[in-house]
């Protein structure tokens, strides 16, 4: 669950990190109250989920009420690479010697948590890691040890951080690991993590993703909950139970198990095409569970085929490819669907498919094949639609 700018602040504040006096308003004149309760100069910042704000006019300083009045008019409701702005941030405007950047996260191929800090903050910061990636210092964490001041100040020393801001900068670092690890969080990250004039540290933005498996252990983040940002597809999704993230490309996925969904949504991309989405079914795949998924699929207009990839393990193939017919004699779907199933009674289950074949229900033996087929079919109905 990804926080929206304030949000974060807040969180980084319960954890000791310092952040900015701001405000959240939703009006214009909410935004004019928050102004004048915090003095001037303040500036006002468009809270999307989304990068590029300040490109798209979505930050803007502010002098006086009539300015920010200004300001909040221009970007309430204004359209940021696909995201409407529901709400503005007014923040008390910072004077800036320097910007850096920090950030925590998980490191699954090293099975350990990795700390960053670059001096090169306020910047694309991948565009950093792709150009210059020794700008930015690295440090992988043993979850059991956990990170210490010395190893704090070593990856504050090897970013090549300012003298002035080391100490400042090595104890945020502490502070915001241990929100990442006790607030459970997949991700912190501080962009630009700043140095003001008179020598203080403090963070000017926050990006905070929380870890939904964590949700039990944290009611309060029913509030966040609240003003999570879905598209239709995914709130679609979400009312079914099921696990879905939605992407921009042609061929819909349907899998059972996270690892096997993501796995699919790379051999797609390798044989040339592009995921619509993530979707993992889980161990459930009867029709009704079927039904619910091809539904969802169904409601994103981008896609021009389906590609369904179960291995059966505890479930079975023919009960598969019972649910997968059954379906589809309850939703309408138009896009052709290509069928790979393997494990656990694949055989009776690829021949129950046989058995309705047409060419909207194809099956094929490998997930090679079946990713090759569902992208050919894509590209062959994009052309169509086109034409």
């Not at 409701?77 to 850096?100: K, L, N, P, Q, Y």
């Not at 912190?188 to 004039?197: A, M």
């Not at 939904?212 to 309060?220: D, K, L, Q, S, Y």
């Not at 055989?347 to 229900?361: K, P, Y």
Request: hydrophobic share 45%.
């Amino acid at each position: 669950m990804d926080l929206f700018e304030y949000q974060g602040k807040q969180y980084f504040a319960r954890f000791g990190i310092p952040v900015s006096p701001g405000g959240v308003a939703d009006t214009v004149d909410e935004a004019v109250a928050q102004a004048d309760r915090l003095g001037f100069p303040v500036v006002v910042k468009a809270q999307v989920q989304v990068g590029g704000r300040g490109k798209a006019g979505g930050i803007k300083l502010a002098q006086s009420a009539d300015e920010v009045r200004t300001h909040a008019s221009n970007i309430l409701g204004m359209d940021i690479r696909g995201h409407t702005v529901h709400r503005v941030w007014i923040e008390r405007a910072s004077d800036i010697a320097r910007e850096f950047y920090a950030s925590f996260t998980l490191d699954r191929g090293a099975r350990k948590h990795l700390g960053m800090v670059s001096a090169r903050g306020g910047v694309d910061i991948e565009q950093v890691a792709a150009e210059e990636p020794q700008a930015i210092a690295r440090l992988h964490i043993d979850p059991v040890d956990g990170l210490d001041e010395a190893g704090a100040r070593r990856l504050v020393e090897q970013a090549g951080l300012d003298e002035a801001a080391r100490a400042g900068a090595t104890d945020i670092l502490l502070k915001l690991y241990r929100c990442f690890v006790e607030g459970d969080a997949d991700l912190v990250e501080i962009n630009p993590l700043i140095l003001t004039p008179d020598g203080r540290v403090h963070a000017l933005d926050a990006k905070v993703s929380l870890d939904n498996n964590a949700e039990f252990r944290h009611p309060e983040w029913a509030e966040y909950k609240a003003t999570e940002e879905l598209d239709e597809r995914e709130q679609l999704a979400r009312s079914k139970g099921l696990q879905y993230i939605g992407l921009s490309g042609s061929v819909g996925i349907i899998a059972n198990g996270a690892g096997l969904a993501m796995s699919t949504l790379d051999v797609v991309n390798q044989v040339g095409g592009s995921p619509a989405n993530f979707l993992d079914i889980g161990g459930g795949a009867d029709a009704e569970v079927m039904a619910n998924a091809l539904e969802v699929i169904n409601t994103d207009h981008n896609v021009r085929s389906i590609l369904i990839n179960i291995f059966g393990g505890i479930t079975r193939g023919e009960e598969v490819a019972n649910g997968i017919v059954q379906a589809l004699g309850r939703v309408q779907i138009t896009s052709p669907i290509v069928v790979r199933i393997d494990g656990t009674n694949a055989e009776q289950g690829r021949a129950i498919l046989a058995e309705h074949a047409s060419e909207q229900l194809l099956s094929q033996p490998t997930m090679l094949d079946a990713a090759r087929k569902a992208v050919e079919l894509a590209k062959a109905a994009g052309v169509e639609a086109r034409a």
